[in-house]
């Protein structure tokens, strides 16, 4: 369909009085593209650059017992060995940023490893041949540890504990619970109306991004006791603060010039080689380059994380999906990274695009020994929606209706209530499917071919629902709910010392967040009121991390 | 470790450089005489980003050895505008939106430039054929197909370098 059919369908929410939107314009970078001009990270020349190469653990779980450079350090070319304790703060979470989740991993491991890969030691050299044979040098004296691949296993008690900052290999959710809740209406209310239920079990796949131009950065001293870094990196502050905050180095201190990606598809945002080639130069007085090769892009490089979904539809003759619960496992790998993250995104877009009046997910950010994941276009959504979908296939197959047929009918229209409480607008599931059918000259009934997203919606299917059955289901204790980035600003790279794990043995749980769990409210007339709480007036919703404060 | 003089043509001109034994030809574009045009994608012959063109013939150079380039004609993107005057290909890319990120794109274009240098009229199947051994993440290949049509349609085969 062209692009005038969304001008049509939005016509009274645009302004169509636009210079560019709507005809092809060419990209700002394509002349340097195609003179071969534009300038990549690695397409910067210092005379005297040295190389950065890892030293990776060979186990997917091991202890480190002891770590012996000596042979490495007198290798020729080799300028220095950078290990975990030259790390200034050798602890991190990329979310820390963003006020959310703990510092849960080194830069350079010193005590353990919980991924094949994970790095313990760096060789700053000459050149890259010879950081290469000087990490063959450097021995390790591993203690090999049990390890979890599975995350149902991983969840399991006595399972191996992979990350010790999450001891339950479980991310915690606003200090509060293990896993990340979704509540509305009544979901076993729901499948005892229902004529059918309806169960089936997804699994995803790691994916790797594979960008052309393999994770990098190279840091250079700098006039004024500065460090200017060229990074390949998709997210420049990100890295910079995360930099700033393992180094413990004052964000202008360091002059960061990125923009220029060979491709990224979300897996150049970990912020792994910016701390690490600054932190050579700081050690060395030179320019450092650190550069995944193409076998530890494939290999050590955080891909999409796998997802376990288990779906179960409470599901009427005629169609209509009237109760559906998920339970979700993301694999998170090792570390948190940005699985924590994916998961409040994905809640956030269950069940879908139907309307069902009785949802319920608990979705796990699962701590396994497998390479962490970090985000993937659209991470989060991308998963749990081929389960959703797979799903919507297997019920229409079980009651006899026509898939296309079955997701008209359970469509979200304007002026429907969503799971998470808020109206949804801009609707365009019906008009998808009737474009797909006709693309596909796939017959559709008559009703199907006439039903639209403007119609239908809203009144009874725009209020919330009369009771939201809540629970207590996976209360932790032992962590705080107070706001990470409390915790964070304590880490701040100034004459502070460098904080511990953040974790509290017997800190108080603090009742005030979370607090407002929307509890049943009863519907008035159309239009139903703002679904958020609304007692708190003055504050405002952290869509990241479902933290509310000031 | 012991270097070894080379001297090679590159877009036209001369070059001469001290090169290591088992020094590869990608690394001694780049950081050696500072065409930084043909990128690192992978080091091991499987992503076609670096390919250049020796003697009018593509090769990945991340796998030559830079000594066996002594005396040889090296053609990289580089050599490929005349001036400000874009290549007919480099143009097709531009109109045909077959660079995204851009870091395949050097590779492709040689890729496509030796194609158009023997055979000016090439079919879509040998245009698949010539950018078999490249790589692209972003485009989807069919851009840069299209763009390779039009840039012969266009006289690509304009000889250059
Ligand atoms: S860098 Fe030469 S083929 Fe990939
Ligand atoms: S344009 Fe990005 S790899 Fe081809």
Redesign the pocket.
Known sequence: MSIEFRKEYFADERDDNLNEVGKPTQRQDALGHVTGRSPYFDDHLFDGLLHIRCVRSPHHHARIRRIDTSEAERMPGVVRIITGKDVPHNLNTLLSLLDFGLDDEPLLSDKKVAYKGEPVAAVVAETERAARDAVAKVRVDWEELPAVFDVEDAVKPGAPVVNEVYPKNLFVYHGRYDHQKLRYGDVEAGFRQADRIIEGRYQMSPIEQAPTETCGAIAAPETNDRYVVYTSTQALFFSLDTTSKLLKTPSNRLHFIGGTVGGGFGGKVDSLHEPMAVLGTMLTGRPCKYIFDREEEMQVGAPRGAERWYLKDGVMNDGRIVARKFVGYFDSGAYTRLSSYAIIKGVGHLPGPYTIPNVYADVYCVFTNRTPATAMRGFGITGVDFAIEAHMDKVAHEVGLDPIELRILNAYRDGDMKAHRRLAKNTALIECCQVAAEKAKWPLSQAASQASSLRDGGGERGRLPAHTATDQNGLVSGFTAQSYAKKSRATQPSATPPPQMARHESAPVTPRVEQPRPQPVQPASAPPPPPAATEQRHTRFSSISGLRRR | MAKKPVQFRLNGSEKAVFVDEGQNL?DVLRRGVGDLTPK???????????TVLIDGEPH????TLAETIDGRQVSTTAGLARGSELHPLQAAFMDGFAAQCGYCTPGMLMAASALLERNPDPSREDIVEAISGNICRCTGYEPIINAILAAAKAGGARRYG
């Open positions: 990608l690192y994608g992978c080091g091991q012959g499987t992503c076609g980003t670096c990945l150079s991340c796998l």
